[in-house]
T-cell receptor, first 114, second 114 residues
Framework: EAQVTQNPRYLITVTGKKLTVTCSQNMNHEYMSWYRQDPGLGLRQIYYSMNVEVTDKGDVPEGYKVSRKEKRNFPLILESPSPNQTSLYFC?????????????FGQGTRLTVV | GESVGLHLPTLSVQEGDNSIINCAYSNSASDYFIWYKQESGKGPQFIIDIRSNMDKRQGQRVTVLLNKTVKHLSLQIAATQPGDSAVYFCAETPGSGNTGKLIFGQGTTLQVKP
């Protein structure tokens, strides 16, 4: 089944404890991206990747890191999480080369930082 | 600055009626405009997109209209069904071509009354 898989689905952590949210797609898509969703603010793009070893900042990259060492995986790293990073996170991938529009989204990761 | 907004946070329609969800955008140079549907507890799902050189595009039961003169985008759903109940987001790719960036509006909740 074609899908974007995020792990974990739920995570509660403490301020300052490094964490990684994994994202994997099995559709051989070149484009991948991370978003956070907050009430009243909609979805905001954190980082995106047009291809392996190519990453760029979205609108809210502060406090996050990403890497794209292989096509299928695009992990989101929070080196020192803070409470304002409590949010619902989505990973997405897109089938057309370099095109972000027709994106397939994962099920989301709900992160709480206390 | 760049922003994508929706006119109404909530839209309630009778089952079988047509629904029209509106969106205003501010970036004249955006190349693609996209509609996503998000059901409760799930990630957004691509519905349809339209390129800036078009003013209308039709899919299955959905039509997207683009009015660049007034920077307005709309999604029309024909014969609305209970399964259409969800939050609908418009989004745009700022800048010419597709840079990989994606900016979302805040969302309109569509409620379908039986």
């Amino acid at each position: 089944e074609a899908q974007v898989t995020q792990n974990p689905r739920y995570l509660i952590t403490v301020t300052g404890k490094k964490l990684t949210v994994t994202c994997s797609q099995n559709m051989n898509h070149e484009y991948m991206s991370w978003y956070r969703q907050d009430p009243g603010l909609g979805l905001r793009q954190i980082y995106y990747s047009m291809n392996v070893e190519v990453t760029d900042k979205g609108d809210v990259p502060e406090g996050y890191k990403v890497s794209r060492k292989e096509k299928r995986n695009f992990p989101l790293i929070l080196e020192s999480p803070s409470p304002n990073q409590t949010s619902l996170y989505f990973c997405a991938s897109s089938p057309r080369q370099g095109v972000s529009t027709e994106a397939f989204f994962g099920q989301g990761t709900r992160l709480t930082v206390v | 600055g760049e922003s994508v907004g929706l006119h109404l946070p909530t839209l309630s329609v009778q089952e079988g009626d047509n629904s029209i969800i509106n969106c205003a955008y501010s970036n004249s140079a955006s190349d693609y405009f996209i509609w996503y549907k998000q059901e409760s507890g799930k990630g957004p799902q691509f519905i349809i997109d339209i390129r800036s050189n078009m003013d209308k595009r039709q899919g299955q039961r959905v039509t997207v209209l683009l009015n660049k003169t007034v920077k307005h985008l709309s999604l029309q759903i024909a014969a609305t069904q209970p399964g259409d109940s969800a939050v609908y987001f418009c989004a745009e790719t700022p800048g010419s071509g597709n840079t990989g960036k994606l900016i979302f509006g805040q969302g309109t909740t569509l409620q379908v009354k039986p």
